[in-house]
């Protein structure tokens, strides 16, 4: 049977932002009967057992996450809304908020209500100006109508949610970036511990949830853990770090496909479905080279390197579950955002406009990330050139390998983020990479820039 989507259900409606709509279709009936009738401590345990994974890249348990926050603490304690979308072809976060922004707001009541929280504030990155105005609009819905401020519903529950614009930057999606932005400084990562949970924003205890994750939170509480449980992908019985990759999620399809979209799927649909069924194929009849499973920071998936233990298939039938991409050397699932690259396609010119974005991304605070991307660029910038040499992949590998919180030489994931597509890009076309150097062509991106200048 065809899955009926539950996240985007209001996705389309004659005005889907509106609360006159959401609450005709029982909007917010979810968060009345959870603070008058649940205690905080039953919203957790919900949320926990549910089995939901946060939706913003890290995927740790989010109601796990909750429990983190200091018991009996006098308060205030805050909740973060990260809507700071800003890894490459990732859109699920503003269809929500742009197309029904009531859903994330009831989740972010429930959340409030589960941590004792009476304030939220709602990071929208800066770029998304529709998204932004209808969030504004939806919050000051709520003021109007009572549902926001204090003794919301009538049962004592007081709440306010801050709309914040942010600082149009990538590393403000990482969330101590996000809260020293929130504060009105530069968006520097901290260094942990503490944790946001125990010293966040304004050095208060602080959760941190991704908007995706919030209209989960909604779904859970509204459907219950049996329905959520029943979608998705169960833990690995012989790997125990693995929590299991349950529920529905958001896929966004770009790059060289005829049908760029984003679509709701259970989670664990394989790369192959999404990329041929769902957005129809790739694009001009061409055959696809390389995959980013989920975001640039991912690395690359070789759609036609044999799996391990696959029975003919190929890295494109990896599931794209919170374990899928990690079988083929990506880092992980990401933001689920995909992003195809077509057989006609230089991987010399990909790589390059990688690392040209994240040596511009990086905030400079570490050494090994501030020079290690810009190193990265330089290299790459050479061999687009033609003036590569062989020994430029070793070095492009080592350098990749040695920069982010794995290795542990920076405070926070960019680096790891930008190290990982460049050594999955080499590791897995090296042949390519090799025939350009071998040729000293320029690639047809270089010839085509060389000309216009």
Not at 22 to 44: H, N
Not at 163 to 168: D, I, L, N, S
Not at 403 to 410: A, D, E, K, Y
């Amino acid at each position: 049977m065809p899955y009926e989507p539950i996240l985007l259900a209001r996705v389309g409606k004659p005005g889907s932002a509106a609360l006159e709509g959401y609450r005709a279709d029982g909007g917010y009936a979810t968060a009345e009967r959870a603070v008058k009738e649940l205690k905080p401590e039953q919203v957790v345990a919900q949320v926990k057992d549910s089995g939901l994974r946060g939706r913003g890249g890290a995927g740790f348990p989010c109601g796990l996450k909750w429990t983190f926050l200091p018991k009996d603490h006098p308060g205030p304690i805050y909740l973060c809304v990260n809507a700071d979308e800003s890894e490459p072809c990732t859109y699920n976060n503003r269809i929500l908020m742009e197309k029904d922004p009531h859903q994330v707001l009831e989740g972010i009541m429930l959340a409030c209500f589960a941590i004792k929280s009476k304030k939220a504030f709602f990071y929208v990155r800066y770029e998304y100006g529709d998204a932004f105005r209808a969030v504004q609009g939806a919050v000051d819905e709520l003021y109007a109508a009572g549902l926001l401020g204090t003794n919301i519903f009538g049962a004592g529950f007081d709440l306010d949610i801050v709309v914040h614009r942010g600082a149009g930057a990538y590393i403000c999606g990482e969330e101590t970036g996000l809260i020293e932005s929130l504060e009105g400084k530069r968006a520097w990562p901290r260094i942990k511990p503490p944790f946001p949970a125990i010293e966040g924003a304004f050095r208060k205890p602080t959760i941190v949830n991704n908007v995706e994750t919030l209209a989960c939170v909604t779904q859970v509480m509204k459907r219950g853990i049996d329905w959520f449980k029943s979608l998705g992908v169960p833990p690995d019985p012989n790997n125990p770090r693995d929590a299991g990759s349950y529920g529905p999620k958001l896929y966004t399809l770009a790059g060289h496909v005829n049908k760029p979209v984003c679509v709701e799927l259970p989670m664990g649909v394989t790369l192959r479905e999404l990329v041929e069924v769902h957005g129809g194929g790739v694009w001009k009849g061409r055959k696809a080279k390389a995959v980013n499973p989920g975001g640039l920071s991912m690395g690359y998936v070789d759609v036609n390197a044999p799996l391990k233990g696959g029975d003919g298939k190929t890295e494109y039938d990896i599931p794209l579950d919170f374990n899928g991409p990690g079988r083929v050397g990506c880092l992980g699932l990401g933001t689920a955002a995909v992003t195809v690259v077509d057989d006609q396609t230089s991987m010399v010119d990909v790589l390059h406009n990688t690392c040209q974005f994240f040596a511009h991304e990086s905030c400079g605070q570490c050494t090994p990330c501030r020079e290690g991307t810009g190193w990265m660029l330089k290299i790459t910038d050479r061999l687009r050139r033609g003036l590569g040499r062989k020994e430029d992949l070793d070095i492009l590998v080592e350098v990749a390998d040695r920069i982010g919180i794995m290795p542990g030489t920076t405070i926070c994931g960019l680096a790891d983020g930008a190290g990982w597509p460049v050594k999955t890009a080499v590791r897995k076309f090296r042949a390519e990479f090799e025939a350009a150097i071998k040729s000293g062509e320029k690639s047809k991106y270089a010839k085509a820039l060389a000309m216009a200048h």
